[in-house]
């Protein structure tokens, strides 16, 4: 694998932002600056949107951003005959408010362009997903889609996947407590997420989230592949070579990263 470096403006800040806005999944801090690096990938993206194309919609915070810049394109005529699959419920909301006609994979099996967010991105495009709980229709999306951008601020950059960000495990809702002792049994502090008014969080699914926090995480693959062995959970956000491009935003410009 090589990543393409295009535009080398960027200094790697990454770790400095981390320690002061994230704990473990949480935004702590969000200025207008980290907001401005969000809707400046979000632009970036969007220029890679073509007429004609079916579009993953992205969950989170900085794919809204890129939703919101779509529908813009939409109503000035400089996009059309474009067709999105929403990634949640909370984007299917935003999308139509945004003017974008709707599909699903069962009309378009095949995805040309996902533009979508993550948690944390290692050096090799891997991701930490599921911070918004959207983790199980993201990873369905990435997995039909041909082209997936993913867009950051260089607060996501990590060196090592687990290193800023708890994994996020989508769980049944039966027997969510055996599942919550075997990933502790694999290395995890295991957290059950809940809402801000002390109810617990459900999925679009209504299945649980259990954010898992490893710490820094030496092989994805094999954790990866031992979660999915367990029975009754869902699926994992760790987003292991699905991610065609990242474009991460800084102070000081922006890097392209590819996979090859």
């Not at 194309?53 to 005959?81: F, P």
């Not at 419920?89 to 533009?115: F, K, M, S, Y």
């Not at 944390?120 to 709980?133: F, Y």
């Not at 601020?153 to 989508?170: C, F, H, I, R, Y």
Request: hydrophobic share 40%; net charge neutral; with cysteine.
């Amino acid at each position: 694998m090589k990543l393409c470096h295009e535009n080398r403006m960027l200094r790697n800040t990454a770790h400095f932002w981390y320690n002061s806005n994230i704990q473990w999944g949480r935004v702590t801090l969000m200025t207008d600056d980290v907001l401005a690096l969000k809707q400046k990938a979000a632009d970036i993206a969007v220029e890679y949107v073509q007429p004609g194309m079916i579009l993953g919609l992205g969950s989170g915070s900085t794919a809204t951003l890129a939703v919101r810049r779509i529908g813009e394109r939409l109503r000035a005529g400089l996009l059309h005959d474009i067709l999105g699959v929403p990634c949640s419920n909370l984007t299917r909301q935003e999308a139509l408010q945004a003017g974008i006609p709707l599909t699903t994979l069962e009309e378009h099996p095949v995805i040309d362009l996902t533009i979508d967010g993550a948690d944390e991105v290692d050096p090799v495009l891997n991701l930490i997903k599921g911070g918004g709980g959207a983790l199980l229709q993201e990873k369905i999306v990435a997995q039909a889609t041909r082209r997936e951008i993913i867009i950051v601020d260089e607060s996501k950059l990590s060196a090592m996947l687990g290193t800023q960000w708890a994994v996020p495990v989508e769980v049944i809702p039966f027997g969510w407590g055996p599942q919550a002792a075997f990933l502790r049994s694999l290395g995890a502090q295991v957290t059950l997420r809940m809402n801000k008014d002390g109810s617990i969080y459900k999925t679009d699914q209504g299945n649980l989230i259990l954010d898992c926090n490893f710490g820094p995480i030496a092989d994805t693959e094999a954790l990866a592949g031992r979660m999915k062995t367990r029975t009754g959970v869902v699926e994992h956000g760790l987003f292991l070579g699905l991610t065609s491009e990242v474009i991460v935003a800084g102070q000081n410009g922006f890097r392209h990263l590819t996979r090859k």
